[in-house]
C-alpha cells in the first residue's frame, strides 16, 4: 500500500525556521495538504493544494513542493506552534487517501 | 456557526459493534463529501472511510474494509459509520470530517468520539 514518509521530529528554538518534509512517490501526481494536530483538539488543515494557506493560518506557514517531496515551512517558530504535524495525500489513482506518519515539532 | 459533532463512541469487547454518528449544522451536509479519520492511541492519524455527496460511492482503507459501512442521512444532516466486528486495534478516537471541493481539503472536523474495544 502507498505510503508517505515523514521525519519523527524536528526541535526548534523560537524565532528560528522549522522545515517537514514529506516523501512519496504519487507527490508530483497528487496535492499534499498538511494538518497540525495538538493534544486533545481535532486536526486543523493549514495548507492545502501543496502551497495554499487555509483561511485564519498565520502567514509564518508556508508549503512548498518538489518531486517526490513536499515541505511544510514555519518560519520564525512561536511556542503555539509545538505540535504535530501530518502531511496527507492520495494514492496514484486519487482514490485512497494517505496520512503520514506525523513530525513531532519541539519549540525549545 | 459551522460545526460537526460526533456521537456513539464507547467501550465495547472484541467482535462487537458500535455505529457513529455525526451531524453537522452551519452549512448543508449534501453539498460535501464526507470522511471518517481515526487516530489510535500512539499513533498517526489514519484515514478509515470516505463518501460522496449522494452516498452513492464508498471507499474503505483495506484495514476496515469488510466490517465497517459509511452512509448519511442529508435529510438529517448526518453522515454515520456502523463498525462491526470490532478489534483491539480499532480503539481511537474516530473524527468525521468534511472535504471541500475542488481538492481544497478537509477543512471541518468534529471533536472526535471515542472507541475503545476491550474485554
Known amino acids: 500500500s502507498y505510503e508517505l514518509t515523514q521525519s519523527p521530529s524536528v526541535s526548534v528554538s523560537p524565532g528560528q525556521t522549522a522545515r517537514i518534509t514529506c516523501s512519496g512517490d504519487?507527490?508530483?501526481?497528487?496535492?499534499a495538504y498538511w494538518f497540525q494536530k495538538k493534544p486533545g483538539q481535532a486536526p486543523l488543515l493549514i495548507i492545502y493544494?501543496?502551497?495554499e494557506r487555509s483561511s485564519g493560518i498565520p502567514e509564518r506557514f508556508s508549503g512548498s513542493s518538489s518531486g517526490t517531496t513536499v515541505t511544510l515551512t514555519i518560519s520564525g517558530v512561536q511556542a503555539e506552534d509545538e505540535a504535530d504535524y501530518y502531511c496527507?495525500?492520495?494514492?496514484?489513482?486519487?482514490?485512497?487517501?494517505?496520512f503520514g506518519g506525523g513530525t513531532n515539532v519541539t519549540v525549545l | 456557526q459551522v460545526q460537526l459533532v460526533e456521537s456513539g463512541g464507547g467501550l465495547v469487547k472484541p467482535g462487537g459493534s458500535l455505529r457513529l454518528s455525526c451531524t453537522a449544522s452551519?452549512?448543508?451536509?449534501?453539498?460535501?463529501?464526507m470522511k471518517w479519520i481515526r487516530h489510535a492511541p500512539g499513533k498517526g492519524l489514519e484515514w478509515v472511510s470516505e463518501?460522496?455527496?449522494?452516498?452513492?460511492?464508498?471507499y474503505y482503507a483495506d484495514s476496515v474494509k469488510g466490517r465497517f459501512i459509511i452512509s448519511r442521512d442529508n435529510a438529517k444532516e448526518s453522515l454515520y459509520l456502523q463498525m462491526n466486528s470490532l478489534r483491539a486495534d480499532d480503539t481511537a478516537v474516530y473524527y468525521c470530517?468534511?472535504?471541500?471541493?475542488?481538492?481544497?481539503?478537509?477543512?471541518?472536523w468534529g471533536q472526535g468520539t471515542t472507541v475503545t474495544v476491550s474485554s
Open positions: 470530517a468534511r472535504d471541500r471541493p475542488y481538492l481544497e481539503g478537509m477543512d471541518v
Open positions: 452551519g452549512f448543508t451536509l449534501s453539498d460535501y463529501y
Open positions: 463518501i460522496n455527496r449522494s452516498g452513492t460511492i464508498t
Open positions: 504519487a507527490l508530483p501526481k497528487q496535492y
Open positions: 493544494k501543496d502551497i
Open positions: 496527507q495525500s492520495a494514492d496514484n489513482s486519487g482514490t485512497y487517501v494517505v
